[in-house]
C-alpha cells in the first residue's frame, strides 16, 4: 500500500598522517550502507531465499545489493539485478497505462467499463474504468472465486480462466463507488481494456510504451507460464519438515497480468521511481493523476490512489504498494518531499517488506522522523471490551496470513497491545473479546 530531511550521501575520504601511519576512516556513506545491511544479515546466507534491496535519492541508486538465493536449489545468489515476480506492485503500470490512454484522449476514467469488455454481465448498475481502479466495483475478488470453485493458486491460471468467472457473475457486492473492497479481477479487466484500446497484447504495449521508454530492460509482464527467463528468482516458503531442508518451494504458474506478473529488478524499479518526479516518459498530469485519492459516492476519501497507496510514517508522506504472491514479497516506497525511494524484491514467503522499508527509512530519513505518538484506546460499545486475554496467546497469533494472492493480513505484539495491518492500509489496534475473536 506497505507506504526527514533528506540524508544527504557525503563521500569524504579522510587521510591522516600519524607516527608514519596512513589511517582511513570510513566514510559516512559506507557507515549508513552498512547498516542498511545488517538488517538483511540473517538471510545472506547458503541455503536461504532473501531478498533485493535498492535505495533511490534524487535519481540515483545510491544503494543496491542482494541477500539470500534467488534460487535454492542451485545456489544461484540474489544481486540487484537479479528479476523478481512483484505481485501487486505491478497494479501501478497497469493504472499507468490507463491514465497514459486517458491522457491521450482513447479514453475516459468515467467510460462504462462494458464499453471495452461487453462480455462483462449488464448488472444493471454502471461500472466506470475508475471503480475498477479503486476498487470499488463491487466485483468480486478472481482469486477468492477461483478458491471456491475448488482451484488451488499454483495452478496455472490465465486470462480466459478469469474471464469465465467474471461472465458468470450473476450480482455485485455492492453498489458501484458506495464502497472499498480490494479486487484483483478489476485490474486484471484494466488490463484487457489497454489491450483493446491499445490493440496489441497487454505485455506488448507495455514494453513499447513504458518499458522500453524508461530504459527497464529487464522487466516485462509475465502472462506466459512457459516462458524462459534468464536471471529470475525461484520462491520458497518455510518447510515443516526435517532441519536440513528449512525451504520447499513455493510454485506459482500464473499466465495472467494486470493485477499481478510483473517481472522486474531493483535496477529497473529506480527509473520507475524516477519518473515519479521527473515524468521523463508520459507527463506531468499522469503522474498527478495517479496519485488522486479514490472517492466514495458518499463523499469519503480512500488512501488508495492510482494503484499507490497514501500514508505517513513517523509524520512522513509517502505513497507506494506491497505485493505478496506464493513465497514473493515486495514493497515499493516512495518519499516524495524527500525523494528517497526504498525498493524490496523477495522471494521468501516468511519475509516481511514493509517492515524492512521503514527500517531503512528510519536510517536515511532519521532527521525528520517523528516517534509515532501511542495509539489511544479505541472505545467500543461491546460488553467485552474490558476482556483479558492471556498475552501468550497472542504471541501464537502473531503473523502473517495470506488471504489471498497480494492480500496479507500481518499481527503482532506490542507488550500487551495487539495490532494488525492488512495489505496497503493503516495499521489497526484490534481487542480481544474472547480468547479467539477480536473487535
Request: contains cysteine; aromatic residues 12%.
Amino acid at each position: 500500500m506497505h507506504f526527514p530531511s533528506a540524508f544527504k550521501t557525503i563521500l569524504v575520504s579522510c587521510a591522516v598522517l600519524l607516527t608514519g601511519q596512513t589511517i582511513s576512516a570510513q566514510t559516512p556513506a559506507k557507515a549508513v550502507s552498512a547498516k542498511v545491511d545488517a538488517l538483511f544479515a540473517e538471510w545472506n546466507k547458503p541455503g536461504s531465499p532473501g531478498a533485493a534491496v535498492g535505495v533511490v535519492h534524487k535519481g540515483q541508486l545510491i544503494y543496491a545489493k542482494g541477500f539470500g538465493e534467488a534460487d535454492v536449489e542451485t545456489g544461484a545468489p540474489i544481486r540487484p539485478e537479479t528479476i523478481f515476480h512483484v505481485a501487486s506492485v505491478s497494479k501501478q503500470f497497469t493504472a499507468y497505462a490507463i491514465v497514459m490512454l486517458s491522457q491521450q484522449g482513447k479514453l475516459s476514467l468515467d467510460d462504462d467499463i462494458r464499453t471495452y469488455l461487453p462480455e462483462v454481465p449488464d448488472f444493471g448498475k454502471k461500472i466506470t474504468i475508475r471503480h475498477l481502479i479503486h476498487h470499488t466495483s463491487g466485483l468480486r475478488d478472481q482469486w477468492n472465486l477461483l478458491a471456491m470453485a475448488g482451484w488451488q493458486l499454483d495452478d496455472v491460471i490465465t486470462k480466459q480462466h478469469i474471464f469465465n468467472l467474471v461472465k458468470r457473475q450473476k450480482e455485485l457486492n455492492f453498489e458501484p463507488g458506495s464502497q472499498f473492497a480490494y479486487c484483483n479481477t478489476g485490474y486484471t479487466l484494466l488490463a484487457e481494456i489497454v489491450s483493446r484500446v491499445g490493440k496489441q497484447p497487454y505485455r506488448d504495449w507495455m514494453a513499447q510504451n513504458v518499458f522500453t521508454p524508461l530504459g527497464m530492460k529487464n522487466t516485462l509482464f509475465y502472462d506466459n507460464h512457459e516462458r524462459v527467463v534468464k536471471g529470475r528468482a525461484y520462491s520458497f516458503s518455510k518447510s515443516s519438515g526435517p532441519e536440513n531442508e528449512p525451504y520447499k518451494k513455493s510454485v506459482l504458474s500464473y499466465a495472467n497480468a494486470g493485477a499481478t506478473s510483473l517481472f522486474t529488478t531493483v535496477t529497473d524499479l529506480a527509473k520507475w521511481i524516477t519518473n515519479f518526479r521527473t515524468a521523463s516518459v508520459g507527463s506531468q498530469p499522469i503522474m498527478t493523476q495517479m496519485l488522486e485519492r479514490g472517492r466514495l459516492t458518499k463523499g469519503d476519501s480512500l488512501t488508495y490512489a492510482f494503484a499507490l497507496i497514501h500514508g505517513k510514517y513517523k509524520g512522513v508522506a509517502f505513497y507506494g504498494h506491497d505485493g505478496a504472491d506464493a513465497g514473493f514479497r515486495s514493497t515499493l516506497t516512495y518519499f516524495p518531499k524527500e525523494d528517497y525511494g526504498i525498493i524490496i524484491l523477495s522471494n521468501a514467503g516468511d519475509f516481511n517488506p514493509g517492515k524492512k522499508a521503514f527500517e531503512i527509512a528510519d536510517i536515511y530519513l532519521a532527521g525528520q522522523l517523528k516517534e509515532d505518538k501511542a495509539a489511544k484506546p479505541v472505545t467500543a460499545s461491546v460488553t467485552t471490551k474490558d476482556y483479558k486475554i492471556d498475552p501468550k496467546l497472542l504471541d501464537q497469533y502473531t503473523g502473517d496470513y495470506q488471504l489471498a494472492p497480494g492480500f496479507v493480513l500481518s499481527f503482532k505484539r506490542e507488550n500487551d497491545r495487539f495490532f494488525t495491518q492488512a495489505t496497503g492500509q493503516p495499521q489497526f489496534e484490534v481487542f480481544p473479546s474472547s480468547d479467539s475473536t477480536f473487535f
